[in-house]
């Protein structure tokens, strides 16, 4: 299998991982910001910052270096603030 790595914000991922998390609407939480996933014929896959963090108070999203993928509802619960619509 020839799996091209992409980058989504500040994450390297295998292209399979972010069709994955795109067809299941996931966004990637990383330390200091929230991405949502987007795919495109010509650019492929790629991310949209939605929300980044004030740098300012030391404690980030998600641990340094690591990143989840997470739904809008914990991404909402992470931020602590409605930032993205959630499917009911």
């Known amino acids: 299998m020839n799996d091209k790595i992409v980058k ?5 991922m295998l ?12 966004y990637i939480v990383s330390y200091g910001a929230v991405h949502q996933i987007q795919y495109s014929r010509n650019a492929g896959f790629y991310g949209v910052r939605l929300y980044q ?3 300012k108070g030391g404690v980030g999203l998600a641990r340094r270096g690591r990143y ?3 739904d809008a509802k ?3 619960d992470v931020v602590g603030f409605f ?4 499917e009911d």
């Open 8 to 12: 989504i914000g500040p994450v390297q």
């Open 15 to 26: 292209e399979s991982t972010a069709a994955r998390y795109y067809k299941e609407d996931l």
């Open 53 to 55: 963090k004030p740098t």
């Open 68 to 70: 989840y993928a997470l």
């Open 74 to 76: 914990t991404v909402n």
């Open 83 to 86: 930032l993205v619509k959630q």
